[in-house]
């Protein structure tokens, strides 16, 4: 399913949550993000919003669902989905089968990396055990939030399995294209000429502009 173009937000609304998502999905948003993240998110409440909202006919099949693992540093270690002795792909997999509970469902559409962690092996291994859940396709897309370091970027596209739809250079022309300048390209491989000529045929949205905006401007 491809994202839709406006995404509902869960951070912060507490007890609120469960009609706050029922409203929005009555009113025709078709996309939630959450977190299993209990400091700042109920997911366990965002699932009752869905189940509310399904009961007056909207089709779980028609919503994109996107949830993300959480490290340690952003968790109340008070209450978290995991223990953090446990080894990173543990934790990975006890937050993400406790999203698949708290929100009635067997399949995300988008799991996130909700912020960097570190060292690269370690980052490298959270990544690895999210792209299990790709092939194993219980997961649509992958994806990370809160990164501003391109190098991190370029270290886990790098060492990544499953690669986004667009590379790092493809947006990046279609961005300075967003921005009304002309990228003077040099590539010697054919096969980055070929991608490069393509980035008229995707869009970036403006949050997406913006995000870019803050490495360069």
Not at 13 to 39: R, S
Not at 53 to 71: C, H, M, S, V, W
Request: net charge negative; proline share 3%.
């Amino acid at each position: 399913m491809k994202i839709p173009n406006m995404i509902y937000g869960t951070a912060w609304k507490k007890e609120n949550i469960t009609d706050l998502v029922f409203e929005a999905l009555k009113q025709g948003f078709k996309a939630i993000d959450t977190a299993c993240q209990p400091k700042h998110y109920r997911e366990d409440l965002v699932g009752l919003g869905l189940l509310k909202a399904y009961e007056i006919g909207i089709k779980r099949q028609d919503l994109f669902i996107q949830t993300k693992f959480t490290p340690v540093d952003g968790q109340d270690q008070s209450n978290m989905p995991y223990l953090a002795s446990d080894e990173i792909e543990i934790q990975v997999e006890k937050s993400f089968e406790t999203s698949k509970k708290n929100l009635h469902t067997d399949f995300i559409n988008a799991y996130i990396l909700h912020s960097p962690v570190f060292p690269g092996t370690k980052l490298q291994r959270v990544w690895q055990k999210m792209e299990e859940f790709y092939d194993k396709k219980e997961v649509g897309q992958l994806g990370i939030s809160n990164c501003y370091d391109l190098d991190v970027l370029k270290y886990l596209y790098n060492n990544a399995k499953v690669k986004y739809e667009k590379s790092v250079a493809e947006i990046f022309y279609r961005f300075l294209n967003h921005i009304n300048i002309t990228p003077l390209n040099g590539t010697t491989s054919i096969k980055h000429m070929i991608e490069d000529l393509k980035i008229g045929e995707f869009e970036l949205t403006n949050d997406e502009i913006e995000e870019i905006s803050k490495f360069i401007i």
